[in-house]
């Protein structure tokens, strides 16, 4: 058994960790600006061959207003799931059509607030119809939610789509655009989301053939064009050292394929195209870095740390692999095994179970790779534990804080207390 993960790079130099580390408060959360920003370059210059391609960055993934606000100035929108990405949205300088909204079980007030914003609204339901024109009017433009159900294979974090509680079925979604355009709707968008950190790209290229032939036929058979096709989000990243980054170029050049194939020949006026992608964006460009409080040998050996789940709860939630390394130490020997674990009275929480690490003593600083999307996103309050700061680093060497760390007043800020 080969129990050496591997080695991995850090989003941002050691040295500059270790020196930042050294300065604040720790646990935090960094990411880097240039490596976001560029990510989102990267996934546009693979659809330039559309001229009409808009990457809405999932809020949902990293709900920071410097991070909303870095990819609104390099040309993103936002899609938004809640009230409170909305109004993060908004205050980010994000509105109209730059914003879509994908809700699902969705309170009244949400969608009155999508459409005070003029986002694109997104329906999950056939019953959403009626309740979007009760509670807001219907918009000019609507866009409806696809679930394939057996049709598409799904993956371990969003489950098969089948069992997916999200989307309209093929048949509601005739039924759906003929009630709209019935009600006077006559611009529309198609959407599905069937994936959740997928690695394969011809899964993606797959998911775009499926959305064109069906909006082909949609069109065809209700006399309505489309003007915005979204696929969604869902590109994966690499979290463990073996793993192969998406090739986004390959990704855009099969769905260009296929658009030509199985869009271009229908005739239709040219739909937007569409991602919506957080983890691909923010995840590698992140990490957690916390320092190591206590090493404790009983039936294992625990190294536990001043971060919890609370501050980056995927391993415990699914079992996911987020690569550490031991900062300073990372040209020592892996021979020490280890359960590193936060200090929440759940068993569960642990960032990492039978881990090879270098020998670690209290104080070591560790780096947990890839936690810049659903990581502080994730947090909750539980035991008490309160959010860290989060920093951006905007140039080498340079770091500004973006969120400070709650206090114990924040917490208890709530709290009704009785008089003694
Ligand atoms: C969560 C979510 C996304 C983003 O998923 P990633 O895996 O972060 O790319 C996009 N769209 C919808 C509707 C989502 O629920």
Redesign the pocket.
């Known amino acids: 058994m080969n129990l050496n993960p591997g080695t991995k790079p850090l989003p941002i130099p050691e040295e500059e960790l270790l020196d930042l580390a050294g300065r604040v408060p720790t646990p935090f959360h960094v990411y880097d600006a240039e490596g976001i920003a560029s990510c989102l370059r990267r996934l546009e210059a693979a659809f330039a061959w559309h001229g009409d391609f808009r990457e809405f960055f ?1 809020v ?2 990293t709900p920071i207003p410097a991070i909303v606000s870095l990819l609104a100035k390099n040309g993103a929108g936002a ?1 938004c ?1 809640s009230l409170a990405e909305l109004v993060m949205a908004e205050r980010c300088g994000l509105t109209g059509d730059r914003v879509i909204f ?1 809700s699902n079980d969705t309170p009244a007030e949400e969608f009155a607030k999508a459409r005070a914003m003029g986002a694109v609204i997104n329906l999950d339901d056939l019953s959403h119809i009626d309740f979007l024109e009760k509670s807001a009017g219907l918009p000019d433009l609507v866009c409806c939610r696809f679930n394939p159900g057996p049709l598409k294979q799904g993956n371990a974090i969003i489950g098969k789509p089948e069992e997916a509680k999200y989307g309209f079925t093929r048949d509601q979604l005739f039924e759906g655009y003929r009630i709209l355009r019935d009600r006077g709707v006559r611009r529309f968008g198609l959407h599905t ?1 069937v994936a ?2 997928e690695l394969n790209p011809q899964y993606f290229i797959e998911t775009a053939t499926m959305v064109f032939t069906l909006a082909t036929e949609i069109a065809k058979i209700l006399g309505i064009s489309f003007e915005l096709l979204n696929f ?4 994966g990243i690499p979290y463990r050292p073996g793993d192969t980054a998406v090739d986004l170029e390959a990704v855009g050049r099969g769905i260009a394929e296929s658009y030509r194939a199985n869009y271009a020949p229908a005739g239709l006026p040219r739909p937007r195209l569409a991602l ?5 964006i923010t995840g590698p460009y992140g990490c957690l870095v916390s320092r190591v409080l206590h090493i404790k040998h009983t039936y294992r050996d625990y190294a536990g740390m001043d971060a919890c789940m609370a501050n980056l709860m995927r391993p415990a939630l699914y079992g996911a692999y987020h690569h550490i390394s031991v900062l300073g130490k990372e040209d020592r020997p892996r021979d020490h095994i280890y359960d590193v674990t936060g200090s929440l009275c759940e068993n569960n929480d642990k960032f990492a179970i039978g881990r090879v690490l270098p020998e670690l003593v209290p104080g070591d600083i560790l780096a947990f790779h890839d936690a810049g ?2 990581g502080s996103a994730m947090g909750f309050q539980y035991n008490g534990k309160l959010r860290c700061a989060e920093y951006l680093r905007t140039a080498p060497g340079q770091f500004s804080l973006i969120r400070r760390a709650e206090t114990l007043d924040d917490y208890f800020s709530t709290l009704v207390w009785p008089t003694p």
């Not at 969604?232 to 590109?235: A, N, R, S, T, V």
């Not at 919506?276 to 691909?280: P, Q, S």
Request: aromatic content about 0%; some cysteine; charged content about 20%.
């Open positions: 999932a949902k993934a899609d799931s994908t989301m959740s950190n969604g989000g869902g590109i919506e992608c957080g983890r691909l999307a659903h």
